[in-house]
């Protein structure tokens, strides 16, 4: 499932971003987390302890060895020891990817390498980070696609350019927008299926609604909408399943969602009905490991890839299934069941529609106040105590926690026990996250 992500405007002008830029890790990254403490920032490492002491004005993550901070308006970047290795010097900056990080000088956005030389020159209004030698830029309004070097593999003429989950290129070409039409260019830049569709399946951003471009390719195929009908091509361009239905969805485990007068069934790729439109008004999950979530006479259950009911509707929720369980509602209690759709939770008021994670889920205890969150492990068993002010996930043993101080918040750390690593003091706070960096460059 693609995350959404929060984003102004401003940003949504001429690169329409419905993907995720992702960066490899390496098991050294994110020792040392950023925290604000009486207005400056430093870092912590993973026992709680200052290992760089609060004097930044702003601190971004640390990525391959660098992270960039704020000192008297201007950033630059640190090693992992503190060493100011690159002098602030740039209105604006991005953590290094593949080797490259975006800055920005005079309003206009440009790249470093990691000795601070400038190897492609300010010039853009928006920039992405690099992914697999490639990164997204726009001048004038116009989005195009530049190499390491800074030479445009894809000039910038194109409306949009919508770079997808881990790669613009992800299976194939990319999507991109001219006159509001989409069709798609490859690695090389060159215009491979001409722009000729409308837009397609819905995405939110924030309080507003857009509408992505013409499909990702799933599995050499990819839906597509003309004249208010869906149908799917090959990466030539071809058609493989005519235009006949209302809306059609990725194909995923060999099968795809459409939706024919308003009921919703699954197709395979020569374009057959094998499971018969019969689910909704919700749209079917995705199948995974051979399950798909869909909605039957108001509640929710789950079908094998025959159309056979494995999970019977009954649950008040569009379930998803994380770590082997999924958080169900059912008469306004929550549980968990297995894939078997056997109880392993039984519901309970207190728990609540939250997928495991490292082998915790949050629960919720409903205050005269304002609700306190703490954890379960998989067998129901309370091992977090409810007492913190607002939701918290765990990345690699340690999640950031939050509590209410006098008009504002304080941030601390627990381990999976919820033992504290460091306790609520920080006035601001990141994770402990060694996942793909989402940046926006506005």
């Known amino acids: 499932m693609k995350r959404l992500f929060v984003l102004t405007l401003a940003v949504l002008f001429f690169i329409q971003l419905s993907g995720t830029i992702a960066a490899k890790e390496n098991d050294?990254?994110?020792?040392h987390v950023a925290v604000k403490i009486d207005g400056k920032w430093g870092y912590i490492n993973r026992t709680g302890k200052l290992a760089i002491q609060p004097q930044f004005d702003k601190a971004q993550p640390f990525k391959e060895g660098l992270a960039a901070v704020k000192i008297d308006g201007k950033y630059g970047f640190i090693r992992e020891t503190g060493e100011l290795v690159?002098?602030?010097?740039?209105?604006?900056?991005?953590?290094?990817?593949e080797g490259r990080a975006a800055v920005k000088i005079n309003g206009k956005w440009g790249y470093i390498d990691k000795t601070g030389e400038m190897v492609i020159q300010p010039q853009f209004q928006s920039v992405l980070s690099f992914q697999e030698g490639i990164a997204v830029v726009a001048i004038n309004r116009k989005g195009g696609v530049i190499d390491k070097a800074g030479k445009f593999i894809a000039e910038p003429q194109y409306d949009r350019i919508w770079p997808f989950e881990a790669g613009i290129f992800k299976e194939g070409p990319a999507a991109v927008v001219v006159?509001?039409?989409?069709?798609?260019?490859?690695?090389?830049?060159?215009?491979v299926i001409e722009p000729q569709?409308?837009?397609?399946?819905?995405?939110?951003?924030?309080?507003?609604?857009?509408l992505n471009?013409?499909?990702?390719?799933?599995e050499g195929l990819a839906a597509v909408r003309v004249n208010n009908k869906f149908f799917y091509i090959d990466k030539t361009g071809k058609t493989v399943i005519p235009p006949k239905f209302e809306i059609a969805l990725d194909f995923q485990e060999g099968l795809?969602?459409?939706?024919?007068?308003?009921?919703?069934?699954?197709?395979?790729k020569t374009g057959e009905l094998v499971i018969q439109p019969q689910f909704g008004p919700t749209a079917p999950s995705y199948f995974q490991q051979g399950l798909s979530v869909v909605r039957i006479n108001g509640k929710f259950g789950a079908i094998d890839k025959t159309g056979k009911v494995v999970?019977?509707?009954q649950f008040d929720n569009r379930f998803e299934f994380h770590e082997g369980l999924a958080a169900v509602k059912i008469d306004n209690k929550y549980g968990y069941i297995d894939k078997t759709g056997k109880y392993v939770i039984q519901p309970q008021i207190d728990l609540g529609l939250y997928p495991f994670r490292e082998g915790r889920?949050?629960?919720?205890?409903?205050?005269?106040?304002n609700p306190k969150y703490g954890a379960i492990d998989k067998t129901g068993k309370i091992v977090i105590q409810p007492q913190f002010d607002h939701e918290f996930e765990f990345y690699e043993g340690i999640a950031k926690v939050i509590n209410h101080h006098n008009y504002g918040y304080k941030y601390g750390f627990i381990d999976k026990m919820g033992n504290f690593i460091a306790q609520p003091q920080f006035d601001e706070a990141y994770s402990f996250y060694k996942g793909p960096l989402y940046y926006y460059h506005p």
């Open 361 to 369: 889920a949050m629960i919720m205890i409903r205050g005269n106040v």
């Open 311 to 313: 999970i019977q509707p």
């Open 28 to 31: 050294q990254e994110n020792q």
């Open 256 to 268: 795809a969602a459409v939706r024919s007068n308003g009921k919703w069934g699954f197709i395979d």
């Open 86 to 97: 690159i002098q602030p010097q740039f209105d604006d900056a991005r953590p290094f990817i």
């Open 179 to 191: 006159n509001d039409k989409h069709g798609y260019i490859d690695k090389t830049g060159k215009l």
């Open 197 to 210: 569709f409308d837009a397609t399946k819905g995405s939110g951003f924030g309080d507003g609604f857009i």
């Open 213 to 218: 471009p013409a499909g990702e390719f799933h």
